[in-house]
């Protein structure tokens, strides 16, 4: 509940400070830098993912990329509170064009949101989604899922599809989930594909690695993220041979690097998220 508190917080704040002209990089630092001022970590380095970028976009250090007018600007929040997540987005519309598919995306989240409790499919869960897209004429990120989550794991095996009919694991009283929708255009591909590096990693293995700054470099991603994902610039900056020891920790797969997902027909996506608690009757948002 406080994770959950603090990624809304935070979450508000941030749709203010998204404006053309703002470096992605200000945009990420200024999300992490508001999670930790209220007393949580990230859970996940601030995703900053432009147009036809659906998820897994943050700033690399010295990142020049810059909002620019008519984009659709998704921002999607991570905090921890000792390993318990909250996992929240919006998408900022600088196109009005577009205001009506990011309406379709969060009355997809609506529509969820109303389903959730004990017992409910989830399989049922993404008919709901995917008709109140669709519906609006629009179209659901089929490959595209929400998550349950648990401690210091944010993807922890049972998703929550967009479309009807391919899931039917039922959700249990208790249980944490992030439920995202993604919407596209109605003639769009509604699929995403893997896309360049994102600079977003995690801990895999600890191996053989032949420098000692590569060594202390792994320790300390270990001790300080667990099994969470973390960005490059949070790890080589201030290290004098810190980029030169991380390429070591990629190249000898230490560290898994996440590819950017993006839109496999080049379209516009819009994106809303929330994360709740399932309940005997209903469920609580954490990230309301
Ligand atoms: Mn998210
Ligand atoms: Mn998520």
């Known amino acids: 509940m406080k994770a959950g508190y603090i990624a809304s917080r935070v979450r508000e704040k941030t749709r203010g400070y998204v404006e053309v002209g703002r470096p992605v990089i200000d945009i990420c630092n200024f999300v992490e830098d508001n999670i930790k001022k209220l007393g949580g970590a990230p859970a996940f380095p601030c995703n900053v993912d432009i147009d036809r970028v659906a998820a897994h976009y943050t700033s690399p250090l010295g990142d020049p990329t810059v909002i620019t007018d008519g984009t659709l600007v998704k921002i999607d929040i991570g905090v921890h509170v000792e390993g318990y997540i909250a996992d929240t987005a919006v998408t900022i519309c600088l196109e009005p064009r577009h205001t009506a598919m990011v309406e379709a995306a969060e009355a997809g989240l609506e529509a969820a949101i109303k389903m959730?409790?004990?017992?409910?499919?989830?399989?049922?869960?993404?008919?709901?989604?995917?008709?109140?897209?669709?519906?609006?004429g629009f179209a659901?990120?089929?490959?595209?899922?929400?998550?349950?989550?648990?401690?210091?794991?944010?993807?922890?095996?049972?998703?929550?599809?967009?479309?009807?009919?391919?899931?039917?694991?039922?959700?249990?009283?208790?249980?944490?989930y992030a439920i995202e929708p993604f919407a596209v255009p109605r003639d769009a591909a509604g699929q995403v594909i893997d896309g360049a590096p994102s600079n977003i990693y995690r801990f895999l293995k600890k191996r053989k690695v032949k420098s000692d700054a590569?060594?202390?470099?792994?320790?300390?991603?270990?001790?300080?993220?667990r099994s969470l994902p973390f960005a490059s610039r949070w790890v080589v900056g201030g290290v004098s041979g810190g980029a030169e020891a991380f390429g070591e920790l990629v190249e000898g797969k230490c560290v898994h690097s996440y590819p950017q997902l993006v839109?496999?027909?080049g379209a516009p996506v819009a994106q809303a998220e929330h994360t709740m608690i399932v309940e005997s009757d209903g469920c609580t948002v954490t990230t309301a």
Not at 116 to 136: H, L, P, T, W, Y
């Open 140 to 176: 659901p990120i089929r490959n595209l899922t929400g998550h349950r989550m648990s401690r210091y794991i944010v993807h922890a095996g049972q998703s929550i599809p967009n479309i009807g009919g391919t899931n039917g694991y039922r959700l249990k009283e208790g249980e944490v």
């Open 214 to 225: 590569a060594k202390k470099m792994l320790k300390l991603i270990q001790a300080r993220h």
């Open 263 to 265: 839109e496999r027909s």
């Open 116 to 136: 959730v409790r004990a017992g409910v499919a989830a399989s049922d869960i993404g008919a709901a989604i995917e008709n109140a897209i669709k519906s609006r």
